[in-house]
């Protein structure tokens, strides 16, 4: 299984929404986060300098954070 980034000119907007169209285009994959057994759908973009990723799960499943992923740099 292979995730492709793709290229953009700006970075997304972080707010939980994805609303930029470049998502739309971004390829996905879907995997199972083995933690708490629930699918996820990963996608990617970078700019310059910075790479994004896109994590969703289905509506259904309630929400909360389970070892949340942080880069420090």
Do not use: C, N
Request: glycine residues 4%; negative net charge; charged residues 20%.
């Amino acid at each position: 299984m292979t995730l492709v980034s793709i290229p953009v000119d700006a970075a997304p907007v972080i707010d939980g929404r994805a609303d930029e169209s470049f998502w739309q285009g971004a390829p996905a994959i879907t995997t199972l986060d083995y933690s708490s057994q629930r699918p996820i759908t990963l996608r990617s973009a970078y700019t310059k300098g910075d790479i994004f990723f896109l994590v969703t799960f289905p509506e259904e499943i309630p929400h909360e954070t389970h070892k949340t992923w942080t880069w420090d740099s």
